[in-house]
């Protein structure tokens, strides 16, 4: 299947991050001089970038602002869905309620959507922002995560990254493995530790107690949350919230 994953300049910020716009101030923080930047701040661009997508594509994603969302579903086709990336770092802006979230479009290719045809995956996430660097960059946990959202298979899909930037989203792509395969990167959980998850209940404190044991145990994201029966996406945040980072983290890493 085609995938294209589609990260324009946010409307009405792309010539002042990606063109000669002002930037931070005085074009401190530009990330790029596209000299056609200024067309994404017309809203058909975006509207003409859905109907491209959904034409071309088996399966995309459009990552857009809060603000940009209610143009977006008006023209989005139906089935579509929105997906939610908290920003646990997000920069303090000017006004007086902050914007800590983005949205992601979301066209799951057919045959992907329903239960069982591909690994669990939460419509949210929550990862920071990546210091620094190419203004509007997505940190690595953003693409494993769309990527996840839509099934993506290196073995049969090819991926296209429309807007690439830094690069970051098809570097992460490339290190991607599908979590619904077998892959060398899973680290099995060790038997007493997966007995322990198996008896106790879901959504209980102690089920979140057996998942971190098991991390701790060297059992990989993966592995663990197959054995808890619950996403990738909770165990990663099981995991950042208990601080298993470090040495700790190469050892429980996905
Ligand atoms: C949000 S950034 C992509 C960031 C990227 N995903 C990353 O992680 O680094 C959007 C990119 O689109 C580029 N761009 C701006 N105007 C464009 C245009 N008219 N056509 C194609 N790309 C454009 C910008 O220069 C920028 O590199």
Known sequence: MLLIVADPPYLGRANRWYGDGRGHSDGRGRADDHPEAREWDRPEAHIALVDRLEAEADGWAIAATPASLPLYLEHAPAGVRVAVWLKENAIPSGSRIRPVWEPVLIRVPQGRTAHGTGVAVDDALSAGLTAGGFAGRKPAAWTHWVL?????????????????????????????????TTSTRRREVPATQAQQLRRTARGSRSRRAAVLAALRAGGSVRAVAAEAGVSTNTVQRWKHEAGLTGANAAAVDS
Do not use: H
């Open 148 to 180: 996840a959202m839509l099934g993506f298979n290196p073995d049969v899909d090819e991926l296209v990254d429309a807007f690439p930037g830094s690069g970051a989203v098809a570097t992460a792509a490339a290190n991607y493995s599908n979590p619904g």
